[in-house]
């Protein structure tokens, strides 16, 4: 990255970070780009040469942590070839997504009927490729027999809620970390609550 | 009912109605008592002699939904003694009531963190009596060595998470009902993904 790109990177951080903080304690709608830009530490002006407006970085809080998500279950979608494995592997990359980004994840379903239409639109395409990967794992592993469900598309989505719905409960300073969880959900979902061969 | 007490709840159902559209339409702060007054065709001190603040219309929203899942689900528990046979009827009764319900849970859930810290901790009691439901179920299908699972509370909290989040996606005119969702669900939580007797 060019010095002037890597210097552009963190400003647009530190705006997203003062932006989350008052998000967060006094509410989107409540928060002012002014506000923002005071707590960034930059003017008004400075703060729109960023972000053309405050839904902007409403947006952007949420490509931080979709982009990271798809470049990792990516990366695991392309080194595991056995569908048993990489929906372990997904699993466990998923729920540590969560944890990285609790807050981040927290506040932008809170807030994200205040987007756009064309910014729901990308938001939206973003996580139908999230869950494409999720989906193409089940399908592959119902092709080669191992797994078994009715339905893919719909288990998929049962699938990813509720490993989603971690981001409501999960303390990352609690008795649980995050591999303990997924060894656990990942467990359920494979091989179901009924026990095998009883 | 007496008569008065059913004009009564006749006419906080009807605030309580006014205030969901106006919450759903404009938002939840920028709706005021005075708003809500004028759409229900009250006046102010008449919705303000049903209910003391803004606040507790939500909390009322999650009342209604809360009371009649719990007095649903523990109809199920009350008439299935045999713990596979009450998971498959407690989800079926889940996925009902959020069928019956989803626009006041999706509101809630959108502004639930305006909620007084008294109210919250009412609702938080109500929730986890709905989870103690499922959690049981679950505990005394391993005591009778029909589940297995390693974590029962947090192998419940996945599996309500995997409900629950049909609200997001479910549409009430869309291809699926509720029983055919309820039955790929549940076939899912029951035997895994992993094909039995492959």
Redesign the interface.
Known sequence: MAVNAEKEARRKAEIIGSACALFASR?Y??TTMQDIAEAAGYSKGGVYYYFASKEEILFEIHERFINEGLRRIREVEARYGDP?ER?VKLIETHLEIIRDYKDDITLFY?YM?ALSADNYERVKRKRDEYERVFADT?RE?VGR???????VK??T??????????H??YNPQGD?DVRE?A???T??????????N?
Chains 1, 2 share one sequence.
Do not use: A, Q
Request: proline share 2%.
């Open positions: 509410g709608r409540e048993e929906f809170r009927d089940v592993g027999g191992v797994f078994e469900t009715e339905h719909l288990g989505m049962f699938i990813l809620g509720s490993l989603n719905s971690m409501t409960w649980y969880l060894r656990i959900v467990g359920l979902w494979l091989n179901g609550l009924k026990k095998r009883p």
